[in-house]
């Protein structure tokens, strides 16, 4: 069986990028170099699954701050048909929960919260709830204009728009807050979204939250929702994420890609990418 392997690097690592990839001109049926402002891409298809020296070779790349990326089939020969990604430190370089803490004059508290969690101490949800039961009081305007200040990761508009080219419907999943990804949903054209619905009366956060936790388990359940309702092969499917939270949509998917992403999350995907740029995730479209 046939696979693809695509080299990523960033326009000062071009140099390693060349030798990392001059064993794979030999080996690869076709190739094809991209070139963007930001980043470079090199896609080799090789008429076989890769030998351990090529495995190898991606271990050393990394120490060269190049990404190698191994496609299976059957993506290595078929187009996704749905990427589902998560939002926060993925497609944004912040973190919602951060932005509402600071607004709500309660970093400190949020953080130590948050480092517990870490720990194992909490779960997800659990300390999702004792997060956001700092913010109550905290007036809706300012869930707002944290939104508002939300970074987003360069390249996640290219990367919505060359999935709708490729015919693939583009998802995101969010551990954060409908009131914060719903706007960033709707101005990077993603099909769907789902996100935590923080309760607000009176103009004001309560400090809790409506519903059910979007958790790692939920994460998958939609997954598989969007993959039904759009119809999708679930072999064709990717995930994209960054934490432990999204570990189990990214075991559900017929590839994960884990970005800019925690250890334990780079050595339970399929692939991983630490160029920071999400339009580098469309080259694993271009066919060689």
Same mark, same amino acid.
């Given at each position: 069986?046939?696979?693809?392997?695509?080299?990523?690097?960033? =326009?000062?690592?071009?140099?390693?990028?060349?030798?990392?990839?001059?064993?794979?001109? #030999?080996?690869?049926?076709?190739?094809?170099?991209?070139?963007?402002? &930001?980043?470079?891409?090199?896609?080799?298809?090789?008429?076989?699954?890769?030998?351990?020296?090529?495995?190898?070779?991606?271990?050393?790349?990394?120490?060269?701050?190049?990404d190698?990326?191994?496609?299976?089939?059957?993506?290595?020969?078929?187009?996704?048909?749905?990427?589902?990604?998560?939002?926060? #430190?993925t497609?944004?370089?912040? *973190?919602?929960?951060?932005?509402?803490? *600071?607004?709500?004059?309660?970093?400190? *508290?949020? &953080?130590?919260?948050?480092?517990?969690?870490?720990?194992?101490?909490?779960?997800?949800?659990?300390?999702?709830?004792?997060?956001?039961?700092?913010?109550?009081?905290? =007036?809706?305007? &300012?869930?707002?204009?944290?939104?508002?200040?939300?970074?987003?990761?360069?390249?996640?508009?290219?990367?919505?728009?060359?999935?709708?080219?490729?015919?693939?419907?583009?998802?995101?999943?969010?551990?954060?807050?409908?009131?914060?990804?719903?706007?960033?949903?709707?101005?990077?054209?993603?099909?769907?979204?789902?996100?935590?619905?923080?309760?607000?009366?009176?103009?004001?956060?309560?400090?809790?939250?409506?519903?059910?936790?979007?958790?790692?388990?939920?994460?998958?359940?939609?997954?598989?929702?969007?993959?039904?309702?759009?119809?999708?092969? =679930?072999?064709?499917?990717?995930?994209?994420?960054?934490?432990?939270?999204?570990?189990?949509?990214?075991?559900?998917?017929?590839?994960?890609?884990?970005?800019?992403?925690?250890?334990?999350?780079?050595?339970?995907?399929?692939?991983?990418? #630490?160029? =920071?740029?999400?339009? &580098?995730?469309a080259?694993?479209?271009?066919?060689?």
């Amino acid at each position: 069986m046939a696979t693809r392997i695509v080299l990523l690097a960033p =326009p000062d690592r071009l140099d390693p990028l060349r030798r990392i990839a001059a064993p794979l001109w #030999s080996q690869a049926g076709t190739a094809r170099a991209l070139n963007r402002d &930001a980043w470079w891409a090199l896609g080799f298809r090789l008429p076989r699954q890769p030998t351990q020296e090529i495995r190898e070779l991606a271990a050393r790349a990394r120490t060269e701050g190049v990404d190698v990326v191994e496609i299976r089939e059957p993506l290595a020969s078929w187009l996704p048909g749905l990427l589902v990604s998560d939002v926060d #430190s993925t497609i944004t370089r912040t *973190e919602a929960i951060d932005l509402l803490g *600071e607004a709500a004059g309660k970093a400190d *508290e949020v &953080a130590g919260i948050t480092a517990r969690a870490m720990a194992g101490e909490m779960d997800f949800a659990e300390s999702l709830r004792a997060r956001v039961a700092c913010l109550e009081g905290l =007036p809706a305007e &300012a869930v707002d204009e944290a939104a508002r200040a939300t970074v987003i990761t360069e390249g996640a508009r290219r990367l919505v728009q060359a999935a709708h080219r490729a015919g693939c419907r583009f998802t995101m999943v969010s551990g954060g807050f409908t009131r914060m990804v719903e706007p960033l949903a709707r101005k990077l054209g993603a099909d769907a979204f789902v996100a935590n619905d923080l309760e607000i009366l009176d103009g004001r956060c309560t400090g809790r939250v409506l519903g059910d936790i979007v958790d790692r388990r939920a994460k998958a359940r939609y997954l598989r929702r969007w993959t039904e309702s759009y119809g999708v092969d =679930p072999r064709l499917t990717v995930a994209i994420g960054d934490g432990a939270n999204d570990l189990d949509m990214m075991a559900e998917a017929g590839m994960s890609i884990a970005f800019c992403a925690k250890p334990v999350v780079v050595e339970a995907a399929d692939a991983a990418i #630490s160029l =920071p740029r999400m339009d &580098a995730l469309a080259a694993l479209w271009a066919r060689p």
